[in-house]
């Protein structure tokens, strides 16, 4: 009998250590599945339900982080204390790789560079601007149409047809009649897809990959840009070679805006893709609407407040600019020096910028 109920005993305890094992491994299994990817499952129903499930969680999730957010902030005002600090989203942008030619404020050589480079008869109106826009030899019927949005963008813009003439013999030309720029549109299976921006007189020579080209046609509800002068907006170009860049864009267009025109012209470079945009915009005055508390009618019935609104028109075009080389001097194919110039091996990183 003793025996017997040793054996019970020993068996009991068998059954104790084994029952936090087998939880242990059915919590494994769990796990497992949970962090089972949705690509990893072949079924497509499947798939399909965990990845649903999966973006329903963290919906919910991020509903519940939000509402404790403006919890903490509305209890740290009446509490007469700071709210905490808005999470700052974590982006590509702010995550680059540090780079040593990033233009500060208190850089001196960068300011006297800028009184004494190619840019800077037009950048201090001892020029006016005066550009020249040609085609590549073998054109198409989007480029001309290209060009002539681009020649009611750039004002003192003037087209000459390209012909059979060389670029070099062009440039010599539009030294001779004291143009600024010269700018070719290439085109490619009749697309235009790239664009040469040569400063003269003295270079430099900038070649752009065209892409994303929508003709102010091709726009829906767009606007119709007067003759004025627009303003210029040039954003994020913080590298010296981005500022480089910049001012070479800078000298196509006059230094005197006539904001009554109310027209923008806007280059915004992100992740090395420049972004053009054009626009018109208006000032319109609206009443500003007040909440009202249940029971109670707002006193301001007959006047109401006003707001001031500004409301954008594009005007067009609109297209994406990323730089592939950046030439000293005018255009010269076998002996020219280049400042820079983009290979593939230099995309190593995502978080990488040159702009």
């Known amino acids: 009998m003793g025996r017997k109920r040793n054996l019970s005993e020993d068996g009991g305890r068998e059954d104790e250590e ?3 094992m087998k939880e242990r491994r059915v919590k494994e299994k769990q796990e497992g599945r949970e962090s089972m990817r949705p690509s990893m499952i072949k079924n ?3 798939r399909a339900a965990v990845h649903a499930k999966l973006k329903q969680q963290k919906k919910v999730e991020k509903r519940k982080k939000v509402k404790a957010r403006e919890a903490a902030e509305k209890k740290a005002l009446e509490l007469g204390e700071e709210p905490p600090p808005k999470m700052v989203p974590r982006t590509i942008e702010n995550t680059r790789e540090s780079d040593e030619t990033i233009c500060l404020p208190d850089d001196e050589e960068l ?3 800028n009184d004494v480079d190619e840019f800077s008869a037009v950048l201090k109106n001892e020029r006016s601007p005066k550009i020249l826009i040609t085609t590549s030899r073998y054109n198409s019927t989007r480029g001309p149409a290209f060009i002539s949005d681009l020649i009611s963008v750039i004002p003192n813009a003037h087209y000459y047809k390209r012909g059979t003439y060389d670029l070099k013999k062009i440039v010599q ?3 001779e009649k004291e143009f600024t720029s010269v700018i070719v549109v290439h085109t490619n299976r009749r697309e235009p897809d790239a664009l040469l921006v040569i400063g003269l007189p003295d270079g430099p020579t900038a070649h752009f990959k065209l892409s994303k080209l929508m003709l102010r046609k091709d726009i829906k509800n767009h606007g119709k840009p007067t003759s004025h002068k627009p303003e210029l907006v040039l954003t994020n170009f913080t ?5 480089r860049v910049g001012r070479m864009i800078q000298s196509l267009f006059p230094q005197d805006p006539e904001f009554r025109g109310r027209r923008v012209v806007t280059f915004h470079n992100q992740r090395d893709f420049i972004f053009f945009r054009h626009h018109r915009y208006i000032f319109e ?5 007040q909440k009202e508390s249940k029971g109670q009618k707002s006193k301001d ?3 109401p407040p006003e707001r001031t609104i500004a409301r954008l ?4 075009p609109r297209f994406t600019l990323k730089l592939i080389s950046l030439q000293h001097g005018t255009f010269d194919t076998k002996g020219g020096e280049y400042e820079w110039v983009h290979k593939p091996e230099m995309d190593t990183s995502r978080r990488r910028f040159f702009l």
Do not use: D
């Open 44 to 46: 497509k129903e499947k």
């Open 301 to 303: 019935e007959k006047n």
């Open 111 to 113: 300011f006297a560079g």
């Open 313 to 316: 028109q594009e005007c067009g």
């Open 285 to 289: 005055t609206k009443e500003s609407k």
């Open 18 to 20: 084994e029952k936090p």
């Open 173 to 175: 030309y539009a030294n």
């Open 239 to 243: 590298t010296r070679l981005g500022h």
